[in-house]
């Protein structure tokens, strides 16, 4: 199925400024572009696109409350700029995947202040000597790369990944409960 179809199943008779996730997931793009994502999805907070053939992201449009970027398994070798000119809340960008080969075509990434979490699994750059060092001087404001922080200390799944726990407000008195009711039955507490 070509993007610009699944995009139209996915509004589901919702307009574009009423869509705060899309995903694209496995469409085809034609010629290796975004198609039909406009401006017009003013409060699309997570977009996911993986594995749909792009080598670009020239035509991303500008989004301002988007958050989670999902690009893995693609064709992109460059053009990160874009993401920094037109996406200036991104937190959590993941291009596990595509074809970066070195730190340099990473760097316009320096000017996403609010990045946090970047996922490079499978890129060629991987492979390079002191890869996650470079990666974190180059972009300090990082928390994590890959799901490890510097320390090499592995992110929760809040933390790393941008999707929030359904129980993150109710507290550790509530899971501890939980879990001492069905982890053995003479602890009734």
Not at 47 to 56: E, K, P, Q, W
């Amino acid at each position: 199925m070509d993007m610009k179809k699944r995009l139209s199943l996915e509004l589901r008779h919702r307009s574009p400024s009423e869509v705060k996730e899309l995903v694209l997931d496995n469409c085809r793009s034609s010629e290796g572009k975004i198609e039909g994502i406009t401006e017009e999805f003013a409060n699309l907070e997570r977009l996911s696109l993986i594995n749909v053939g792009l080598t670009s992201v020239a035509e991303l449009p500008k989004l301002q409350k988007l958050k989670k970027l999902e690009l893995s398994d693609n064709r992109i070798s460059g053009g990160l700029e874009v993401l920094a000119e037109r996406l200036v809340n991104l937190t959590h960008l993941n291009l596990s995947g595509n074809k970066f080969k070195d730190i340099s075509t990473l760097e316009p990434l320096k000017k996403l202040p609010q990045l946090k979490s970047l996922d490079l699994f499978n890129c060629e750059v991987t492979n390079l000597a002191d890869y996650k060092e470079s990666i974190f001087k180059l972009l300090p404001q990082l928390t994590y790369l890959d799901g490890y922080d510097i320390d090499d200390c592995e992110a929760s799944d809040s933390e790393g990944d941008g999707v929030e726990d359904e129980d993150e407000g109710l507290g550790q008195d509530f899971r501890l409960i939980i879990l001492r009711v069905t982890v053995g039955p003479f602890h009734l507490y």
